[in-house]
DNA sequence: CTGAAAGCGCTTACAG
DNA sequence: CTGAAAGCGCTTACAG
């Protein structure tokens, strides 16, 4: 290991100081081009590569702010974890985390000032959850952008913003294994789909997957419902479901807090009959994935999301490269007997 | 940040000078057990961590030495893959990855001179993938353990050996899920398993998982069969199973290379009354998922194995402890569609 | 038993 | 435009 090669290798052969030889590879001013050239070169030829565990140790500390914006649920609980662990992870590295207070709803305004309330605090980059989106929103990010402060979207895109990068799960894919899944299950050819708001574009792309994958496969899916993430929503949208689509015998509800719907399923005896596939794992999903009304669900790791998109961050501020324009999140099958490895998990 | 609790400040705190706080901390020899103690006291009240990225740079390197025991195939290329990508994550700390060469083949001897030469070129440790268990490698670890050469195991576990932890599946969960999959999607109630050897202890594992939930929820495991990963062992198998047992409606293949089953189902007209499910994902088995033949395949992340046998090493290595005395890596769900999220993946 | 000094490979003022 | 010097927070000989 003692061939490692160093800054100060290059300025030996290349006959000038380890500090001109610092400016010269990282593009700082007032390097002579052609001295800058030969020193390129030498790197190049000799194989240098900068060790980060030196530069962690000297570079000044990083501030990362996070906005999650609106509903706390364990979704939502599950990424603050990952963000945080992320950050932990970094503790040495000198990356600090900069929280804002999370909100039960939704409030556009809020978030748009806790941005601002960042940026005054001269935070180094932005983590950013977003619920739905909005022209403010992009406007903001461009704003930050032109202020040089990096913005990392986790668990949905802003389409046409500058973020820098996005962690999600691929709202198509999760819709077309819910599809997949109710095939390997359901008795019936009629479906029915159940999201939080249409407006959420995580939430139409699961339809538009969820109903793709369904036609391919010759099923139709009857209905599309909104449950707004809400219990009770869920639970009358599940009635007059099953009272205008008597056929239907699967259900994919592709979201949280709508487990209402089985309870409507099972109270009309119907448990049986139908098939149910979920989404995330929660406690109140439980009691269903136990007595196997719902067959299987379909977990998004937004524990992995938050992480990711803090390593996303540290790796954009401190080398300005990102590892994609998407960042995909593998959505996972969790059964009766798998459930409980996801719940708390570190990983 | 520019708070963060170091070595001097310890040092002002109790004075002495920064060196004997190092030794106290560390405990290295030469400190007096009252000033040793002193300083502990004032390390902990300060809050005081070390700097990982400080000792990295200053940290003299570490060798660790590879063993990968038999069986070439893509489950092993990928443990290999996640093995490098380990390393490289700490090519800045100064670990280093001894590579013994890899062997189409079991030979236990062979394995143990490898042990052997590694421990003769002085690695700090050894990342070991044993293929079935003998006391030879229980001797052997044992005797590295008392050279003060830690042997961290992956894919399976070594029984009654001094290992410092491994990481690998956990092959009854895997069982487990292979039959609640089958429960999901089979017509009949008659079952049969294949494995590659029973005496690999991983391969007894599925099968006591994949019996126990299958009797658990009423189905009959006709017969087990051992496929030694042979195509065409896998395929005379099937053969004599589908001859023997005729009602047989499920199978679960709990090993690779023995996609020949499928190719006997399909052979005999029997894939649409049998439902099969796989395990891991490889080209052979890509032609029976895309044919629906295989329902799903269930993927023990041998990349991710790998991976975390390289931190689980360092760690060690580093701070000599280990976050657990087994580390199960999650086996995930695949089917068709997203199957193809998995090959080659880097996460 | 305790301490003074050098060094790991960078970055950051500051001087020329 | 280029360089000399200090420093990040540890570890490692070496001296006392």
């Known amino acids: 290991m003692g061939n490692r090669v160093t800054i100060m290798d290059i300025a030996k ?15 700082k001013q007032y390097v002579k081009e052609e001295t800058k050239k030969r020193i390129l070169e030498a ?30 649920s364990d979704y939502s609980l599950d990424l603050i974890r990952g963000i945080k662990d ?47 989106v909005c022209q403010e929103h992009i406007d903001m990010i461009e704003l930050l952008y032109s202020d040089d402060i990096p913005v990392v979207l986790v668990t949905a895109d802003i389409p046409n913003s500058k973020r820098v990068t996005t962690i999600r799960p691929n709202g198509r894919l999760v819709g077309s294994i819910g599809a997949e899944l109710l ?3 359901q008795k019936g050819k009629t479906r029915a789909v159940f999201v939080g708001n249409k407006n959420v574009v995580h939430h139409q792309e699961i339809i538009d997957g969820f109903t793709e994958k369904s036609n391919e496969e010759g099923y139709e899916v009857a209905a599309v419902y909104e449950t707004q993430d809400d219990d009770m929503i869920a639970y009358y949208s599940a009635e007059r479901l099953l009272k205008d689509h008597p056929q239907v015998s699967g259900i994919y509800i592709g979201t949280s807090h709508s487990v209402g719907v089985c309870r409507k399923i099972i109270e009309l005896g119907l448990d049986k009959q139908i098939s149910v596939i979920g989404t995330d794992i929660f406690n109140e999903l439980i009691e269903y994935i136990e007595k196997d009304t719902v067959k299987a669900t379909i977990y998004q790791n937004s524990y992995m999301q938050g992480k990711l ?39």
Do not use: W
């Open 86 to 132: 992320g950050l932990n992870d970094l503790f040495d590295d000198k990356v600090e985390g900069v929280f804002t207070e999370f909100e039960t709803s939704y409030d556009r305004e809020k978030t748009l000032r806790k941005i601002n309330d960042l940026k005054i605090q001269g935070v180094d980059g932005i983590i950013f959850a977003p619920y739905a």
């Open 309 to 347: 998109a803090v390593s996303e961050m540290f790796k954009y501020l401190t080398e300005k490269i990102v590892t994609d324009d998407t960042i995909y999140v593998n959505p996972e099958i969790l059964l009766k007997c798998n459930y409980k490895q996801y719940m708390e998990q570190e990983r």
């Open 43 to 72: 790197a190049a030829s000799m194989g240098y590569r900068a060790n980060k565990v030196a530069q962690s140790l000297v570079r000044k500390s990083q501030k990362i702010g996070i906005v999650i914006e609106g509903y706390y």
């Open 13 to 27: 052969k290349t006959n000038v100081t380890h500090t001109t030889v610092y400016k010269a590879l990282n593009n």
């Open 183 to 185: 095939r390997l299950c």
